[in-house]
């Protein structure tokens, strides 16, 4: 009798839809008629992680250098090992919804967002609130997202040392901002000192943001890089002169753009923030200094 | 520095991070390990020409793909112990012609070298001293 009635389903819905940490959600299980033959219904809150990964093959192995010799470039499809995107599922909290005699009819859950849940963006995680109930018969699965609001309050600054990305260290810089902390939109004033440690020709200067994603996954083998994004540069000033002993301070604006995924940690993965400064001599055979400094984006007041 | 407000007591606790790469260190087979672990290049390149090195480098891929790897790494074995003995002779030719040649022409900078930089010169030849 049953054989041919199709498994009714199940909606989640979540309130609200934009959460900060802290904060309280609840989500209402709902379906259309009782669903039966049930063992177990559970609802699982957590987030989707995306991040990338070495799929196979040891990532330092001898077969891995051929990939990069000049004569196996060109064999496309051919490589050892690789890359690849992929996401995993973080359970933060289970609960088991009631069910009574074999019969799901719906239920309700509420969780408080944890202080340190990575911040919702499609580069890193998206948050749910997951249904799985179990039963005789096909399993009935559905979820409900909603967004998790990084605020200057939930986030940790710690302040890095500058890191050289680029350059021999001729002249130093130095990225002075006012704070650690910005939030998405918001335009970084602050200042870049430039101190020469011999007479250089005159310089360039450019800064950008960006951000990247690490890979860091519990079980798989790490990839190399991750996503990673860096706005366009500003160009702050051309024929900056760069004697020994004098030293120069040149001012920025740098606007982040509104829709900037927050700093975050997860399990699987990280999105972390930079400013980076780009000088170039305009002798050529100089070279560049390229600096970064890492600050923290939010994406909430 | 913004200090986070202490976790409730009622929130539980973040779950573990994995490692990156860096912090991972090197990932090799048993068979690679012990080839680069090896000081003398005689025994490195006799340990790269061995089957399990070569059988290894299938490790870490999936089940089947593995295999059909290591049939196809079985195939080219004699061409493997090819590449690997002729890369052994040109190692050979360099350090017999090449070597000396540059060993004279460089004379002079060792020489200044250690002359103005005896710290940074003892510390290079430390650092090449059994290698």
Not at chain 1, 98 to 105: C, L, M, R, V
Not at chain 1, 159 to 173: A, K, S, Y
Not at chain 2, 9 to 35: H, I
Request: charged share 20%.
């Amino acid at each position: 009798m049953g054989l041919f009635k199709r498994s009714t389903g199940a909606q989640v819905t979540v309130a609200p839809d934009v959460v900060s940490p802290r904060q309280i959600v609840s989500a209402t299980v709902s379906t259309d008629r009782p669903v039966g033959k049930v063992t177990s219904a559970t609802l699982e809150w957590g987030y989707t992680n995306f991040y990338r990964y070495h799929w196979a093959g040891r990532a330092d192995s001898a077969a891995a250098a051929m990939n990069d010799t000049v004569w196996t470039m060109d064999q496309v499809g051919n490589h050892y090992g690789g890359e690849r995107d992929t996401d995993d599922w973080v359970t933060v909290t289970k609960v088991d919804l009631p069910i009574a005699a074999g019969e799901f009819t719906g239920g309700s859950s509420t969780f408080k967002v944890p202080s340190w849940a990575p911040g919702s963006s499609p580069d890193l995680a998206r948050w749910s609130c997951r249904l799985t109930i179990a039963r005789g018969g096909g399993d009935v699965d559905a979820h409900g997202d909603f967004t998790v609001v990084i605020g200057s309050a939930d986030s940790q600054v710690t302040d890095e040392p500058l890191q050289r990305t680029g350059g021999d260290g001729d002249t130093d810089m130095d990225i002075v901002v006012p704070s650690l902390l910005f939030r998405a939109g918001e335009t970084i004033n602050g200042q870049i000192l430039l101190t020469p440690h011999a007479d250089m020709s005159d310089g360039e200067l450019g800064i950008c943001w960006g951000y990247r994603c690490l890979s860091h996954p519990l079980v798989r083998t790490p990839a190399l890089g991750g996503t990673s994004k860096s706005g366009q540069t500003i160009k702050l000033g051309k024929g900056i002169p760069l004697r020994n002993g004098t030293p120069v301070t040149v001012p920025f604006a740098v606007p982040l753009p509104g829709d900037a995924p927050p700093t975050a940690t997860a399990v699987h993965s990280s999105l972390e923030w930079f400013l980076e400064a780009m000088l170039m001599y305009s002798k050529w055979t100089q070279g560049i200094e390229k600096m970064r400094r890492q600050i923290v984006v939010v994406n909430a007041p | 520095m913004t200090a986070v407000p202490p976790s409730g007591a009622n929130e539980p606790p973040p779950p573990q991070r994995g490692l990156t790469r860096e912090e991972r260190g090197r990932d090799v087979s048993d068979a690679q390990a012990e080839a680069e672990a090896e000081t003398s290049k005689p025994k490195q390149y006799l340990r790269a020409m061995s089957p399990r090195f070569v059988l290894s480098m299938a490790e870490g891929y999936p089940v089947v793909l593995k295999q059909f790897i290591q049939f196809c790494l079985i195939i080219i074995y004699p061409a493997w112990v090819f590449t690997v003995l002729v890369g052994a002779l040109l190692h050979l030719a360099f350090y017999v012609t090449i070597y000396p040649v540059l060993w004279v022409l460089f004379w002079p900078v060792r020489a200044s070298q250690k002359k103005n930089n005896p710290e940074e010169y003892e510390a290079t030849m430390q650092k090449y001293a059994k290698k």
